[in-house]
């Protein structure tokens, strides 16, 4: 895991990033549907802004934390859409504001969160780290979303390193949370970054093997993309289960999105030859 202080730099940019996409859209555009079903652009941005008030909550004051905790427990297959909906039927004006106060008081709190230090959260305690790195993929996931409504095509960064390291170190609970055996043997995994660098996981004698483009790596781990329109290539039958399962967040498995029956292939992304460099972030 890399210094939180460089995470939070690239969880900062990634945000500044998606805020560039929306901070001059139309009403009309705020209301637009983006591939998550029933989800408009504002309930993208919402979402984000009520997920950093959660980590706010959880970083600095434990017990309002675990009152939110309890809710979510009550109603555990209603309470992500409620927070969403509730902050998407602000006037967009208010809930880009709302969403960038949000996120510099986050910035804060983790910057000053002592070393060695962790906090609950809705699934194991987070350091300010991993609570860095976690707010970075999810930002970078909904902000797909925004752009793929926006019909926008960004530019992979290496900010995304970030991502294909929670999606590797999730391997094992994309299978437990569909009730399946984690795989016994560890996976080496080998990504095309955006500079042609390769970003490596894992053992590099391992017998199942994934490599491809680290984009469509982030693409699938986050379900922005079907396994069939990847690039990514498995080596192992455990490899390959995994990339139909694969998830880098936390809760129940999604749907992900069907496939648009354009795959791609290794020959599509024309890699650069560049120096490993290991371990993503």
């Known amino acids: 895991m890399s210094d939180p202080v460089v995470v939070l730099?690239?969880?900062?940019?990634?945000?500044?990033?998606?805020?560039?996409?929306?901070?001059?859209?139309?009403?009309e555009q705020w209301a637009a549907p983006t591939p998550a079903p029933g989800w408009t652009l504002a309930h993208q941005i919402a979402h984000l802004a009520w997920t950093d008030r959660a980590a706010l909550l959880a970083a600095t004051d434990a017990e309002a934390f675990a009152v939110e905790t309890r809710k979510a427990l009550a109603?555990?297959?209603?309470?992500?859409?409620?927070?969403?909906?509730?902050?998407?039927?602000?006037?967009p004006a208010e809930l880009l504001a709302r969403w960038?106060?949000?996120?510099?008081?986050?910035?804060?709190?983790?910057?000053?969160?002592?070393?060695?230090?962790?906090?609950p959260w809705y699934g194991p305690p987070m350091s300010a780290s991993a609570m860095a790195t976690a707010r970075l993929m999810e930002t970078w996931a909904h902000g797909q979303d925004?752009?793929?409504?926006?019909?926008?095509?960004?530019?992979?960064?290496?900010?995304?390193?970030?991502?294909?390291?929670?999606?590797?170190?999730?391997?094992?609970?994309?299978?437990?949370?569909?009730?399946?055996?984690?795989?016994?043997?560890p996976f080496r995994v080998e990504l095309r970054?955006?500079?042609?660098?390769?970003?490596?996981?894992?053992?590099?004698?391992?017998?199942?093997?994934?490599?491809?483009p680290a984009l469509d790596f982030c693409l699938l781990v986050t379900q922005r993309v079907h396994?069939?329109?990847?690039?990514?290539?498995?080596?192992?039958?455990?490899?390959?289960?995994?990339l139909?399962?694969?998830?880098?967040?936390?809760?129940?498995?999604?749907?992900?999105?069907?496939?648009?029956?354009?795959?791609?292939?290794p020959a599509d992304q024309a890699p650069t030859t560049g120096p490993r460099d290991s371990e993503g972030a």
Do not use: C, M, N
């Open 227 to 242: 396994r069939d329109d990847t690039a990514l290539v498995a080596d192992g039958p455990d490899a390959e289960r995994w």
């Open 146 to 185: 925004v752009a793929d409504a926006l019909g926008v095509v960004r530019a992979p960064t290496a900010r995304l390193r970030h991502v294909a390291w929670i999606g590797h170190r999730a391997r094992d609970y994309a299978f437990l949370v569909r009730g399946l055996p984690a795989p016994a043997e």
């Open 9 to 27: 730099d690239d969880l900062r940019d990634e945000s500044d990033a998606l805020d560039a996409l929306v901070r001059e859209l139309s009403p």
């Open 193 to 212: 970054a955006p500079d042609g660098t390769l970003w490596t996981y894992g053992p590099e004698d391992a017998a199942q093997r994934v490599t491809g």
């Open 100 to 119: 960038r106060e949000g996120r510099e008081r986050l910035q804060e709190a983790l910057r000053a969160v002592p070393p060695g230090v962790r906090f």
């Open 75 to 91: 109603a555990p297959d209603r309470f992500v859409d409620e927070g969403a909906e509730e902050g998407a039927k602000l006037p």
């Open 244 to 265: 139909t399962l694969a998830q880098a967040f936390a809760g129940p498995a999604g749907p992900g999105r069907a496939p648009t029956g354009t795959g791609r292939t």
